[in-house]
């Protein structure tokens, strides 16, 4: 029953360092997100995958890449990363068809000194 | 004005209280609804959706208004285990391309005191 799964959880990384974030689903979900989340600032979507094979661009996309890498998996890349990106990160993942809640995996918790 | 309003709070209520949370949102057009839990340091959980004609989950009522654009979450008898921010979530449903655009509100937090 695992659901959305991220690793890794926790990852301290200093200012200039690439990393990427791994996300995978075993729901048959068609659509995934990248979600960041900071005090007082509610989620915000950086990027998502309405399908297999196609990604675009969310609210705060700056110093980020995704990969879909198939149906399961889509990954997150910092390739420089900045003090400014220390936050906690989740990915999720929905059905399309509509009205459809999304669901998430428990988080990676991000700090770039 | 933001797209989805909720009122941060904290709500500090007893144990066996009732409480209500409200959630504004801006775009008439807004096809779905939910209310999510999160609790400190975790991942947001679906706690339920919300449907035209309110709709009740045990302890939780969750209603929508369209014509003031607001939702809103009833919790009966609260218990110490409800202690968590509550999200308020507006979907405006399948856009072009297959992307769902969905709208989290900052969260109202609920103290439940023994």
């Known amino acids: 029953n695992a659901g959305v799964t991220q690793t890794p959880k926790f990852q301290v990384l200093k200012t200039g360092q690439s990393m990427t974030l791994q996300c995978a689903q075993d729901?048959?979900?068609?659509?995934m997100y990248w979600y960041r989340q900071d005090p007082g600032m509610g989620l915000r979507l950086i990027y998502y995958?309405?399908?297999?094979?196609?990604?675009d661009k969310g609210e705060v996309p700056n110093g980020y890449n995704v990969s879909r890498l198939n149906k399961r998996e889509f990954s997150l890349r910092l390739e420089s990363a900045a003090p400014s990106q220390t936050s906690v990160y989740f990915c999720?993942?929905?059905?399309?068809?509509?009205?459809?809640?999304?669901?998430f995996g428990d988080g990676t918790r991000l700090s770039i000194l | 004005r933001k797209e989805v309003e909720q009122d941060p709070g904290p709500f500090n209520v007893p144990e066996g209280a009732t409480v209500a949370f409200n959630c504004t949102y801006s775009?008439?057009?807004?096809?779905?609804f939910f209310w999510y839990r999160q609790d400190c340091r975790k991942e947001p959980k679906l706690l339920m959706s919300?449907?035209?004609s309110g709709n009740e989950d045990g302890r939780f009522t969750a209603q929508l208004n369209r014509a003031s654009q607001y939702i809103s979450l009833l919790i009966r008898d609260s218990k110490l285990s409800d202690s968590a921010t509550y999200l308020c979530?507006?979907?405006?449903?399948?856009?072009?391309?297959?992307?769902?655009?969905?709208?989290f509100g900052t969260g109202t937090k609920l103290q439940v005191i023994p």
């Open positions: 999720a993942s929905s059905s399309t068809g509509g009205n459809q809640p999304q669901h």
């Open positions: 729901m048959n979900h068609n659509s």
């Open positions: 995958s309405a399908s297999e094979g196609t990604t």
């Open positions: 775009n008439s057009a807004s096809q779905s």
């Open positions: 919300v449907y035209s």
């Open positions: 979530v507006v979907n405006m449903g399948l856009k072009s391309g297959g992307y769902q655009k969905v709208t």
